[in-house]
C-alpha cells in the first residue's frame, strides 16, 4: 500500500512501512518529504554535479550543447519525492529537460543525504 499526495506543488508517494500510518502520513513522514521538497535546490546540484560529465561527453546533444552545473539544473523539472518503508529512504526523480533523451533522473537518498544519482530507462 501506497499513499500518494502533493506537497507544495510535488507529487509525493509515501510507501507502506513505518512513514504510514492508518493510511496516511506520519508526522516524521511529513517532516521528511517537506524536508526533501524545500531542499529540491540541492538534490538537482548533486544530480548535475554527478550528471553532468556524463551529459556533456557521452549524450551530448547538438541542439543543446554543452551545460554547465547552473544550466543542467535550470533544465531538471517536475520532481516527485518517493519515501519508501526504511527510515531514511527515498527516491527523487526529475524529467531531463531533454538533456538525455528523455530520460527521467533518479536521485537515491539514503538517511536523509543523496547518494547517487543515475538515469533512467
Known sequence: MSV???HAGTNVEVRDGPYLSNGQPTPDAVVYYST?????GELKRYAAQSLLPLYNNVWLDDEIGQLDEQTFMQKLAR????VYDEIGAALV???????FAG??????????LPCHAQILG
Open 103 to 112: 530520460h527521467s533522473i533518479e536521485i537515491t537518498i539514503k538517511n536523509g
Open 93 to 99: 526523480y526529475f524529467d531531463d529537460g531533454g538533456i
Open 36 to 40: 526533501l521538497i524545500a531542499n529540491i
Open 4 to 6: 500518494t499526495l502533493q
Open 79 to 82: 520532481p516527485s519525492v518517493h
